[in-house]
C-alpha cells in the first residue's frame, strides 16, 4: 500500500460569466445549469479516490461545486477563503476587450506582467501567491501517509498555488495551460524522495467531454 500523499485539485463548473468571458474575481456568482452537471459528473470519478479531506473556496461556484462531492464521499467541505481567485477590482464582469477599451495602460501592464499598475481594487500574482500557497500547503499537511485531498478552486488562482507547491520560480506559473471548469490535476509525492510531482494535468470525468465550458 502507498503512503504517498495526493492532493486533487480541482476547478469549479461553468458559470454565466465563465461562458460569456467575464472576469469573475471575488464576484459571487453560481453555477450554470451546464456546471451543476459538470460538477455531480466530476463528483462521481473523484469520489472513487476516497479522500479524506475536502477544501473549497468560499466563493459559491466553488462550495457548489464542493457540494456533490460531499453528497458522494460523506466528507463536509471545510471552507478556507484563501482559496478565493484573485480580485479583479474594477474590471469585475469585464471582457477582455472591455478590459482593454476601459484601461488600456492596464491592461498593458497585465499582458505584461508589471505589478506595478493595475486597476483599482486588483490583486497582484504576487498578493494571490501570499494567500494561496500557504493555503494549499496546510491542506497538503493536514493529510496522513497514503490519505488524498481535494481542494475546490479557481483557475487562475490554482495556477499560482500549484506552481508555489512545486517550487518552481515565480514566473513559470504562467506555463501551465489553464484548466478547464470541473477539471482537475493530482500532487503526488514521490515514492522514494518525498517531494511533490504533477502527476496529471485537466483531467475530465468521461461524460464531461460535451459539456464542457470556458
Known amino acids: 500500500m502507498s503512503l504517498r500523499r495526493t492532493l486533487v485539485v480541482l476547478r469549479h463548473?461553468?458559470?454565466?460569466?465563465n461562458d460569456a468571458g467575464r472576469a469573475q474575481g471575488h464576484a459571487d456568482i453560481e453555477l450554470d445549469e451546464i456546471g451543476h452537471v459538470q460538477a455531480r459528473e466530476a463528483a462521481q470519478v473523484l469520489a472513487l479516490t476516497a479522500p479524506t479531506r475536502i477544501w473549497c473556496s468560499d466563493l459559491a461556484r466553488a462550495r457548489q461545486t464542493?457540494?456533490?462531492?460531499?453528497?458522494?464521499?460523506g466528507v463536509v467541505p471545510e471552507v478556507v477563503p484563501a482559496l478565493r481567485e484573485y480580485d479583479v477590482g474594477t474590471r469585475t464582469g469585464m471582457t477582455f476587450d472591455e478590459f482593454e477599451a476601459a484601461f488600456p495602460d492596464e491592461y498593458a501592464a497585465w499582458l505584461s506582467g508589471d505589478e506595478s499598475?493595475?486597476?483599482?481594487?486588483?490583486?497582484?500574482?504576487?498578493d494571490v501567491r501570499a494567500r494561496i500557497v500557504p493555503a494549499m500547503r496546510a491542506c497538503l499537511d493536514a493529510l496522513g501517509p497514503g490519505e488524498t485531498g481535494i481542494v475546490v478552486t479557481h483557475g487562475a488562482a490554482l495556477r499560482v498555488g500549484v506552481a508555489g507547491l512545486l517550487g518552481w520560480p515565480d514566473e513559470m506559473d504562467e506555463s501551465l495551460a489553464g484548466m478547464d471548469n470541473c477539471c482537475w490535476l493530482r500532487l503526488r509525492e514521490h515514492t522514494r524522495f518525498g517531494h511533490l510531482q504533477l502527476a496529471s494535468y485537466n483531467e475530465r470525468a468521461p461524460r464531461m467531454s460535451g459539456v464542457l465550458g470556458h
Open 13 to 17: 463548473g461553468r458559470t454565466a460569466w
Open 66 to 73: 464542493a457540494a456533490p462531492l460531499a453528497e458522494a464521499t
Open 117 to 126: 499598475l493595475t486597476v483599482p481594487g486588483a490583486e497582484t500574482t504576487s
